[in-house]
């Protein structure tokens, strides 16, 4: 008979308190270094085992920042406007732009304002400038060509890359926009947030 692995449980997030840590000096020095690095972390309790036998022991996550990226009032249909995400390391460049047209993942009462990272996911072409308004896709990659469809999650049309463009999530909230994570792998990163 074969084991099977059990999926650990993750309970909710628990900041640490002072009184967990008695070193509160220490704490607060390093939330201020989370802090201005524009990361957060969080405590949770993972449960190990089953049954009986289970035993929750605490584990450190990485969170991504909340970060204001614009106006949903101050976009204009099929003009990108740039910024960075998660962090102002390299290949954070991003662009936010409303398509006109609705959109996976898209935010708005139109559901079509998306946001994807400039780098293409096959050699790290720089995209910038390729928005085309007319097929709402970025590209034709400078190096080999590749062109992303902005309407479904950045999914290739065609050329070299095998992997759709990193897409930055999004969060209305009145009219301001917020990045608040990204979903695949940033070109030249191991981990998003670890640049
Ligand atoms: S780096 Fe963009 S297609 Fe090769």
């Known amino acids: 008979m074969t084991k099977q692995m059990q999926r650990p449980e993750i309970d909710a997030p628990q900041l640490p308190s002072k009184k967990d840590h008695p070193a509160g000096k220490c704490l607060m020095s390093r939330r201020k270094m989370l802090f201005s ?7 949770v309790m993972v449960s190990v085992g089953a049954g009986a036998a289970a035993a929750k022991v605490p584990a450190m996550v990485t969170t991504y920042p909340r970060k204001k990226i614009s106006k949903l009032s101050a976009l204009k249909t ?3 406007v740039g910024f960075e995400y998660p962090d102002e390391g390299a290949y954070a460049q991003s662009m936010l732009v409303k398509l006109g ?11 079509d304002v998306v946001a994807f990272n400039y780098f293409c996911t096959h050699q790290g072409g720089d995209l910038s400038g390729t928005y085309k308004g007319d097929t709402k896709s970025l590209g034709a990659c400078p190096l080999h060509l590749s062109t992303y469809d902005l309407t479904r999650h950045g999914i290739l049309i065609s050329g070299q890359a095998y992997q759709s463009l990193p897409q930055v999530l999004l969060e209305l909230q009145g009219d301001d926009i917020y990045a608040v994570g990204v979903f695949g792998l940033i070109f030249g990163r191991y981990d998003n947030l670890q640049g």
């Not at 690095?37 to 405590?43: E, K, Q």
Request: glycine letters at 24%.
């Open 37 to 43: 690095s524009g990361l957060a972390t969080a405590t």
């Open 101 to 111: 047209a609705e959109a996976g993942g898209g935010i708005g009462p139109q559901k």
């Open 78 to 80: 099929d003009q990108p």
